[in-house]
């Protein structure tokens, strides 16, 4: 598989003129996914790194382009103009997709083809196939929805707050059906971090602590 270095990955934030608060949780799944990653070779399992890097830094890279409008936001990002116009034609492209086929498409025309099918598999509320995939793939989803912008939060904050954010407005009038759902979405998630953790020295209420201590990848 043909994998995105770091150099380019770098550029690509540059290129499409990525806002600041996406490059930012861009930055911290990186920092998060190769912390993992890193400890679980420690630990004796297989890990592709270069992967890992490539798939957390790029996930959400066309996430304004699922955006009609680039609006300030809570965390006190305002767009300049350039962004705004920038991508609003993004938007006007691909019609408000969801950032990850984005994402898959941009990759494509760049020449990864192998590579944009696997970040089109990380993690989101609509698509749960990343429980039967490789490690890479795993780490990439757990340390994408550990992160809430640049701040790693509890894991069981986070899925709620996912699941009644973006998959309730799928159940719509049938709130015991998304009940279920969510339970049963969340007794996965809670596998796959298990699944992970068990080779680790360190619980996963210590990974905030951890990824604190770890380089930061982006400069």
């Known amino acids: 598989m ?9 550029n690509l934030f540059v290129k499409h003129n ?3 608060n996406i490059r930012k949780h861009c930055e911290a799944v990186t920092r998060t996914g190769i912390m993992l990653a890193t400890h679980l070779i420690w630990s004796g399992v297989n890990v592709d790194l270069r992967l ?5 830094a790029l996930h959400d890279a066309f996430k304004a382009a699922s955006f009609e409008v680039l609006k300030p936001q809570e965390d006190g990002f305002i767009p300049t103009k350039e962004q705004i116009n920038y991508w609003s034609n993004m938007y006007k492209k691909f019609g408000g997709q969801h950032e990850i086929p984005i994402a898959a498409t941009m990759l494509r025309e760049d020449g990864f083809d192998d590579f944009s099918k696997f970040v089109s598999k990380i993690g989101w509320t609509r698509n749960d196939c990343y429980y039967n995939e490789g490690i890479e793939i ?3 989803h ?7 912008g ?4 509890p894991f069981e904050q986070r899925l709620d707050e996912l699941f009644e954010t973006y998959a309730k407005k799928d159940f719509e009038g049938r709130s015991t059906e998304f009940e279920k759902y969510k339970k049963e979405r969340m007794k996965k998630e809670f ?15 210590d990974l905030k602590v951890i990824v604190n201590r770890s380089v930061v990848f982006f400069d």
Do not use: Q
Request: hydrophobic share 45%.
């Open 18 to 20: 990525v806002p600041l």
């Open 138 to 140: 795993k780490i990439a």
């Open 150 to 153: 640049d701040v790693i939060v």
């Open 191 to 205: 596998a796959l971090e298990d699944e992970l953790f068990r080779h680790l020295s360190f619980a996963s209420g």
């Open 142 to 148: 757990y340390a994408d929805w550990r992160n809430k």
């Open 52 to 56: 890992v890097l490539a798939g957390c």
């Open 2 to 10: 043909k994998i995105p270095t770091y150099e380019y990955c770098k």
